[in-house]
């Protein structure tokens, strides 16, 4: 299984991004890293119900 991240929601994702890091630097790349950790989750989840 593939996961696809739509355009808009890269758009979504980076706009969240620069919006952290205005308010503290690091915290655009924490917010980053915890929604890719989230995603990856997801995938190993949903790999292991279909197995």
Not at 36 to 41: A, K, L, N, Q, V
Request: aromatic share 16%; proline share 0%.
């Amino acid at each position: 299984m593939n996961i696809q991240i739509l355009t808009s929601a890269k758009i979504d994702i980076s706009s969240g991004a620069d919006f952290y890091e205005c308010q503290s630097q690091g915290l655009g790349q924490y917010f980053l890293n915890t929604i890719f950790s989230d995603i990856e989750s997801f995938y190993i989840y949903i790999n292991q119900r279909l197995s």
